[in-house]
């Protein structure tokens, strides 16, 4: 069960073409980035007519990076659908629940995961993973870090599916399961929009941080998914923070935030 979006929707033939009547190739987005001192790749999906806005399609139709905290998403799904944990108040630690695992981002809360990871099993992980075809499905020696390890990689159009297919319940697992890892997500919400999001970073083989931002935005009942993958040599540079001001910076240059979507 492929999460891609991009290649399911929209076919081969893009290949050899940058745009077409459902996808947008916006290579002006670069200066957000560029302001940040990164490079990267941004993506936004309308659901409602089926159109993708893109920056940098190469890197994110084809280059694959750690998902890092992003696979916090897929091992919540798995750990609540086998009855591993119950829901977000579980403890994975005496001292760390699930949900406050899911939203922190110090070493606390990444111990948390491996934790879990280890309750959950390489056996099951490994089931899954190969049943949503979740990257390059690759998993190393390493059971207890192999997301954070540059082992396991995904390209940004799947991390865009996956977002989709659980906000509409269209993932292998109960919708209670998906529910649950809905709610989780941090959020920042008012009267016109809701933004529900999901930060990342970690570090690849060359030394460069590589960083993700990923998840909704809602006005008017009406989804549009977005993903931010960015790098920079740099580090010790803060990725979730420069990611997630670039995402709302576009998003705002989109027109979104109004509540007029």
């Given at each position: 069960?492929?999460?891609?979006?991009?290649?399911v929707?929209?076919?081969s033939?893009?290949?050899?073409?940058?745009?077409?009547?459902?996808?947008?190739?916006?290579?002006?987005?670069?200066?957000?980035?560029?302001?940040?001192?990164?490079?990267?790749?941004?993506?936004?999906?309308?659901?409602?007519?089926?159109?993708?806005?893109?920056?940098?399609?190469?890197?994110?139709?084809?280059?694959?990076?750690?998902?890092?905290?992003?696979?916090d998403?897929?091992?919540?799904?798995?750990?609540?659908?086998?009855?591993?944990?119950?829901?977000?108040?579980?403890?994975?630690?005496?001292?760390?629940?699930?949900?406050k695992?899911?939203?922190a981002?110090d070493?606390?809360?990444?111990?948390?995961?491996?934790?879990?990871?280890?309750r959950?099993?390489?056996?099951?992980?490994k089931?899954?993973?190969?049943?949503?075809?979740?990257?390059?499905?690759y998993?190393?020696?390493?059971?207890?870090a192999?997301?954070?390890n540059?082992?396991?990689?995904?390209?940004?159009?799947?991390q865009?599916?996956?977002l989709?297919?659980?906000?509409?319940?269209?993932?292998?697992?109960?919708?209670?399961?998906?529910?649950?890892v809905?709610?989780?997500m941090?959020?920042?919400?008012?009267?016109?929009?809701?933004?529900?999001?999901?930060?990342?970073?970690?570090?690849?083989?060359d030394?460069?941080?590589?960083?993700?931002?990923?998840?909704w935005?809602e006005?008017?009942?009406?989804?549009y998914?977005?993903?931010?993958?960015?790098?920079?040599?740099?580090?010790?540079?803060?990725?979730?923070?420069?990611?997630?001001?670039?995402?709302?910076?576009?998003?705002?240059?989109?027109?979104?935030?109004q509540?007029?979507?």
């Open positions: 069960m492929k999460t891609s979006l991009f290649t929707l929209i076919g033939f893009l290949l050899t073409a940058c745009s077409s009547g459902n996808v947008t190739v916006d290579d002006s987005l670069q200066h957000y980035f560029d302001s940040a001192g990164v490079k990267g790749s941004f993506s936004l999906f309308d659901n409602g007519h089926g159109h993708f806005t893109i920056y940098n399609l190469s890197r994110y139709r084809d280059s694959l990076y750690q998902p890092g905290a992003t696979f998403i897929l091992m919540s799904l798995i750990a609540i659908q086998t009855g591993v944990v119950k829901d977000d108040t579980s403890f994975l630690t005496p001292a760390l629940t699930l949900g695992a899911f939203h981002t070493d606390s809360s990444r111990l948390g995961f491996r934790v879990l990871a280890a959950i099993g390489k056996d099951t992980l089931k899954w993973i190969d049943s949503l075809q979740y990257g390059n499905k998993m190393g020696a390493d059971t207890t192999f997301w954070t540059n082992y396991l990689k995904i390209n940004a159009d799947e865009l599916g996956l989709k297919k659980l906000y509409f319940d269209q993932l292998p697992f109960f919708q209670r399961t998906q529910e649950i809905r709610r989780m941090p959020a920042e919400s008012n009267s016109s929009y809701r933004l529900t999001y999901k930060v990342a970073q970690g570090t690849k083989d030394g460069h941080s590589i960083g993700w931002v990923m998840g935005v006005e008017n009942k009406h989804p998914f977005f993903v931010v993958n960015l790098e920079s040599v740099d580090p010790n540079k803060d990725l979730g923070t420069a990611g997630l001001a670039i995402a709302k910076s576009i998003l705002q240059q989109q027109g979104f935030f509540g007029k979507k």
